[in-house]
């Protein structure tokens, strides 16, 4: 009889600790950070250290990653759609194919970041350091790239349209194919860019820098040329149809438009 109830009080005392070891395991942040899981949606992962971590595929949807440190880390394929990234080093990072849309990334590292195929639509990349990156098939569509240093990046056949890439340093970059139709490049610097094929059909190159680029068979039609340096640029066989010419210097230093 003893014995009986002695097995019984201690069936009751396994069923009473259960549910506190249940939620004392079940804290998705602390088993993503010790790897017994690679997703952490929503998580506050802020300033943490993931330098060249294996992130491929993880769900990061809308974590807090400001001033993480992910230089060289793989997110090739990770979800981080409405992720904050603020000032997050993610140079040399592998970002191929991740889902980015709405992602807040305002003065992150991406220096020779590989981003092609990524989709960053919406996303907020004012002030972002990006030089050498690659976003080749990238969708940034009605992406902020305001003040964003992207010189001597690839954006071959990427998606930009209406875009807001005012002041942004786009020197040497190539985009050969791709498309920047209603984009904002107001004062933007595109000094030896090319741009061959380039669709900027209703841009705004308001006092943009274009000098010495390659706009060869590139649409600019419709779009706003106000103040635009275009001295010794290739516009060759480019579409200017219905452009508005306003104090525009052209490939021979010649000025058109009233």
């Known amino acids: 009889m003893i014995r009986r109830l002695g097995r019984r009080l201690a069936a009751c005392l396994v069923l009473a600790a259960g549910p506190a070891v249940t939620t004392a395991q079940a804290d998705p942040r602390q088993d993503f950070l010790d ?11 802020g300033g ?16 807090d990653l400001r001033q993480a440190n992910l230089h060289d880390a793989r997110l090739a394929g990770a979800r981080l759609t409405g992720a904050d ?15 980015l849309g709405g992602a807040t990334l305002r003065g992150a590292m991406l220096y020779a970041a590989n981003l092609d195929g990524a989709r960053l639509a919406g996303a907020d990349l004012t002030d972002a350091r990006m030089g050498v990156a690659r976003l080749s098939g990238g969708d940034l569509s009605k992406a902020i790239l305001r003040n964003v240093d992207l010189r001597k990046a690839r954006l071959a056949q990427a998606i930009i349209t209406g875009a807001n890439l005012d002041r942004a340093a786009l020197d040497f970059v190539f985009m050969h194919g791709a498309q920047l139709g209603g ?16 669709s900027l059909s209703g841009a705004d190159l308001s006092e943009a820098d274009a000098s010495g680029a390659n706009f060869r068979r590139a649409d600019l039609s419709h779009a706003l040329l106000a103040g635009t340096n275009f001295r010794r640029a290739n516009l060759y066989e480019t579409r200017l149809d219905d452009a508005v010419f306003r104090d525009t210097v ?6 058109r438009g009233p």
Do not use: I, Q, W, Y
């Open 183 to 198: 984009a904002r490049l107001r004062s933007a610097r595109l000094t030896g860019a090319e741009a061959v094929d380039a």
């Open 48 to 63: 943490m250290n993931f330098k060249r971590s294996d992130l491929s595929g993880a769900d990061l949807t809308g974590a």
């Open 250 to 255: 052209m490939p021979d230093g010649t000025v």
């Open 85 to 99: 990234l603020t000032g997050a080093n993610l140079n040399k990072a592998d970002l191929s194919r991740a889902e």
């Open 35 to 45: 790897g017994r899981t690679h997703d952490c949606p929503r998580c506050d992962l």
